[in-house]
T-cell receptor
């Protein structure tokens, strides 16, 4: 079965880099995603990576994928207070997504 | 295009009552997904449609849950004989088949007393 694990909390200082980690169990996953959820708002796709890639960069966001260890990470450079939110890792297998529990990112001055 | 909309945004009901939620996807999105999200958890996939066809429904939580998308546009999720454990946020998302990104609505928060 599928299971996506994330640490629940991360606290960083404004301007520092944030790294949110995720492990997944299904090596057949085709896409892996990072979603952001702000209080009272719906989920918003931040970025995704195809399973045959090992890195993707998009402005302040860097996604690293280690297929051997089934490990996915999201690095946010120059973290801002507006980045405070819950970040969900998700994998997709046969079109069906499985989400982790989410990592609550707290950015303090 | 106003995005995915869900109605109502909040629903309070008594145990044993039936409830129905509506989702209006983004125009021309042929895929529509339903999820449940409880406090402290990520979204849990329930079912999805391609046009009016329900392609996966084995993840619906019990036979009290059903979903329809009769004309391939809006969808409804019905919960019969609600239980307190059904209290959660019910999320809808839509996309075009083959695209990676799903667009989520704001959700319907259900409270069962």
């Amino acid at each position: 079965g599928e299971d996506v694990e994330q640490s629940l909390f991360l606290s960083v200082r404004e301007g520092d880099s944030s790294v949110i980690n995720c492990t997944y169990t299904d090596s057949s996953s085709t896409y892996l995603y990072w979603y952001k959820q702000e209080p009272g708002a719906g989920l918003q796709l931040l970025t995704y990576i195809f399973s045959n890639m090992d890195m993707k960069q998009d402005q302040r966001l860097t996604v690293l994928l280690n297929k051997k260890d089934k490990h996915l990470s999201l690095r946010i450079a120059d973290t801002q207070t507006g980045d405070s939110a819950i970040y969900f890792c998700a994998e997709t297998l046969k079109g069906i997504p499985t989400f982790g529990r989410g990592t609550s990112l707290i950015v303090h001055p | 295009d106003t995005g995915v909309s869900q109605n109502p945004r909040h629903k309070i009901t008594k145990r044993g009552q039936n409830v129905t939620f509506r989702c209006d996807p983004i125009s021309e999105h042929n895929r529509l997904y339903w999820y449940r999200q409880t406090l402290g958890q990520g979204p849990e996939f329930l079912t999805y449609f391609q046009n009016e066809a329900q392609l996966e429904k084995s993840r619906l939580l019990s036979d009290r849950f059903s979903a329809e998308r009769p004309k391939g546009s809006f969808s409804t999720l019905e919960i019969q004989r609600t239980e307190q454990g059904d209290s959660a946020m019910y999320l809808c998302a839509s996309t075009v088949g083959g695209r990676v990104e799903q667009f989520f609505g704001p959700g319907t928060r259900l409270t069962v007393l």
